[in-house]
């Protein structure tokens, strides 16, 4: 294979020229030098810069498409890069972030479980698997990954956090969140896509922090503890892993103190896949 990339004019185009290469010859499994040398610069300074856009190593994300290459990341088996290069997506500046407006209902209504609440469900292709959303009468609230077979279990997983609500299988009314949230082409400031957060005071306080970590980047969870104003690095861990709302909510954005990548409730291979699917995104712009 062949490395010739000349006119390498910014750290975005630098990352989306690896990302290119990883994605074309992933079954090479192109080493850390031989990337390095396509774009002009050290092993050094390149693992640097692309895990400090991409969240994850190159090697990271080399993984990612490896183990999820072609299976179920999406549907129609389009390669996972390749799909999202070919989204055509424009105008100005680089997509900064999914626009999501949000609301919290009443702490009564976590701590009666749910009850007097219906819930309509269904699941749908995304680029992360099968994505089973629900939503109330106000909003998106639940969102979650399966792989094939795994459908009744993601549903348990869900529904057991609000266990006395009424449960509605209507995949007319969660389609059109489906698109919202894993078509780029549909991500408007003007026209939000509308969640509602159910969970206790303090769970939402770092759902919504999660909200702020930029698109393509990551924080730890002391940074995101910071955030919020406390300082409790395993108790904010422990609600960002109660995050019902996956994706939309960032909770893959959220790394260990080393820069490591930590657990993820659907699979670390998935945060991986996530991490590098924003960066094609976000490097596309």
Same mark, same amino acid.
């Given at each position: ?64 498409? /490896? ?94 956090? !609000? ?23 549909? !991500? ?30 990551? /924080? ?45 409730? !659907? ?11 924003? /960066? ?6």
């Amino acid at each position: 294979m062949s490395y010739i990339y000349p006119d390498i004019d910014s750290d975005y185009q630098t990352v989306r020229r690896i990302i290119e290469l990883i994605s074309e010859n992933w079954k090479s499994q192109p080493e850390l030098n031989e990337l390095a040398n396509a774009v002009g610069q050290s092993p050094t300074q390149l693992q640097k810069l692309f895990t400090r856009w991409a969240g994850l190593s190159p090697k990271g994300f080399l993984q990612a498409v /490896t183990l999820d290459h072609a299976k179920r990341l999406l549907a129609g088996n389009v390669p996972l890069l390749d799909a999202s290069f070919e989204l055509g997506l424009s105008g100005p500046g680089r997509l900064h972030d999914l626009f999501v407006s949000h609301e919290a209902m009443s702490p009564g209504v976590y701590k009666s479980g749910g009850e007097g609440l219906e819930i309509y469900f269904g699941y749908h292709p995304s680029p992360f698997g099968i994505a089973l959303v629900m939503a109330t009468e106000r909003g998106m609230s639940g969102l979650s990954f399966c792989d094939p077979g795994g459908e009744a279990d993601a549903f348990e997983d869900m529904s057991k956090r !609000w266990p006395k609500a009424r449960y509605i299988e209507d995949v007319a009314r969660t389609a059109p969140y489906a698109v919202r949230s894993f078509d780029p082409t549909t !991500w408007r400031a003007d026209e939000p896509l509308r969640v509602v957060m159910i969970g206790t005071d303090f769970e939402i306080r770092v759902w919504e922090g999660l909200l702020n970590i930029p698109f393509g980047k990551a /924080t730890t969870y002391s940074d995101l503890g910071s955030s919020i104003g406390k300082n409790a690095p395993r108790a904010v861990g422990g609600a960002v892993g109660r995050n019902p709302l996956s994706f939309v909510v960032p909770c893959h954005r959220v790394v260990g103190k080393s820069g490591a990548l930590t657990g993820y409730h !659907w699979g670390l291979t998935r945060k991986r896949a996530i991490l590098g699917w924003e /960066t094609g995104i976000g490097s596309s712009q």
